[in-house]
């Protein structure tokens, strides 16, 4: 008796660690499902960054440029109306530099100026027709000379020219202007004028794609339109009538004259 009921003791002893391995062995697949995901979006970062890069390169070098192309007619304001021969790289100081190449035909010069600081130099591009026009009218208006002293005057006046304005540069050969029958310029004066008068001549003929010479004389046809100026030569007509009538009164009395002596002999 007492050796049966010690077998089944040991049995039970036996199946209890079979029990405890079984659920151990569950969790170990789940290990690799959560690790493929994650190399997913490493993947698709760099796809990305090439695309941008060369869109910002072009945005720079428009606004560098600021529009302006080769074989281009600008204004430079120092200078005038030029030409943009090229847009050419120089390294200077280990640096690369962009620069237009302007030439000016009138001047026989050639300047290179950086696309970087086209804006500083105050360069521009041809004025528009309408500018143009509005540029002409002013030439007829009437010349406005301040009372001050000459030097002060002149220091304004080449302010205009240096401007690049056109409007500016026309109001310039409307003050100085002076007709045949209007008093002489001081050399100056002259110097002045003609400066302006070149300047503005200059934009002129290449936006109306006309000559010089055609353009100075459309400007002296406005300036001779100006009401100080029809007032000036209806004051030298005058002028010349009176100095007529004072000949012959001359002549009169010369006779006179001549007669009192003719009698005291």
Same mark, same amino acid.
């Given at each position: 008796?007492?050796?049966?009921?010690?077998?089944?003791?040991?049995?039970? $002893?036996?199946?209890?660690?079979?029990?405890?391995?079984?659920?151990?062995?569950?969790?170990?697949?789940?290990?690799?499902?959560?690790?493929?995901?994650?190399?997913?979006?490493?993947?698709? +970062?760099?796809?990305?960054?090439?695309?941008?890069?060369?869109?910002?390169? &072009?945005? +720079?070098?428009?606004?560098?440029?600021?529009?302006?192309?080769?074989?281009?007619?600008?204004?430079?304001?120092?200078?005038?109306?030029?030409?943009?021969?090229?847009?050419?790289?120089?390294?200077?100081?280990?640096?690369?530099?962009?620069?237009?190449?302007?030439?000016?035909?009138?001047?026989?010069?050639? #300047?290179?100026?950086? $696309?970087? +600081?086209?804006?500083?130099?105050?360069?521009?591009?041809?004025?528009?027709?309408?500018?143009?026009?509005?540029?002409?009218?002013? #030439?007829? /208006?009437?010349?406005?000379?301040?009372?001050?002293?000459?030097?002060?005057?002149?220091?304004?006046?080449?302010?205009?020219?240096?401007? /690049?304005?056109?409007?500016?540069?026309?109001?310039?050969?409307?003050?100085?202007?002076?007709?045949?029958?209007?008093?002489?310029?001081?050399?100056?004066?002259?110097?002045?004028?003609?400066?302006? #008068?070149?300047?503005?001549?200059? &934009?002129?003929?290449?936006?109306?794609?006309?000559?010089?010479? &055609?353009?100075?004389?459309?400007? &002296?046809?406005?300036?001779?339109?100006?009401?100080?100026?029809?007032?000036?030569?209806?004051?030298?007509?005058?002028?010349?009538?009176?100095?007529?009538?004072? /000949?012959?009164?001359?002549?009169?009395?010369? /006779?006179?004259?001549?007669?009192?002596?003719?009698?005291?002999?």
């Amino acid at each position: 008796m007492p050796n049966k009921t010690a077998k089944p003791a040991a049995k039970a $002893t036996v199946s209890k660690p079979a029990a405890a391995k079984a659920p151990a062995a569950k969790p170990a697949p789940k290990a690799p499902v959560a690790a493929a995901p994650a190399k997913a979006p490493v993947a698709a +970062k760099p796809a990305a960054k090439p695309a941008a890069a060369p869109k910002v390169e &072009e945005k +720079k070098v428009v606004t560098q440029r600021q529009g302006f192309k080769a074989n281009e007619f600008v204004v430079y304001p120092a200078h005038g109306v030029g030409q943009i021969l090229a847009i050419e790289e120089q390294e200077i100081a280990g640096a690369k530099l962009e620069l237009f190449v302007i030439n000016f035909i009138k001047d026989k010069m050639t #300047l290179r100026v950086p $696309t970087a +600081k086209v804006a500083n130099v105050g360069m521009r591009k041809l004025s528009e027709p309408a500018l143009v026009k509005k540029a002409l009218e002013t #030439l007829k /208006g009437r010349a406005r000379v301040k009372r001050t002293m000459w030097s002060r005057r002149a220091q304004e006046y080449e302010a205009k020219i240096n401007s /690049g304005d056109i409007v500016a540069i026309a109001e310039v050969v409307r003050d100085l202007y002076r007709s045949d029958s209007q008093p002489e310029q001081s050399y100056s004066e002259r110097q002045l004028y003609e400066a302006a #008068l070149d300047r503005l001549s200059r &934009e002129i003929a290449v936006v109306q794609h006309s000559t010089e010479t &055609e353009a100075v004389k459309e400007i &002296e046809a406005q300036l001779a339109k100006s009401p100080r100026r029809a007032n000036a030569k209806a004051e030298a007509a005058e002028g010349e009538a009176d100095s007529d009538v004072e /000949g012959g009164d001359t002549d009169d009395t010369d /006779g006179d004259d001549t007669t009192v002596a003719d009698e005291a002999a």
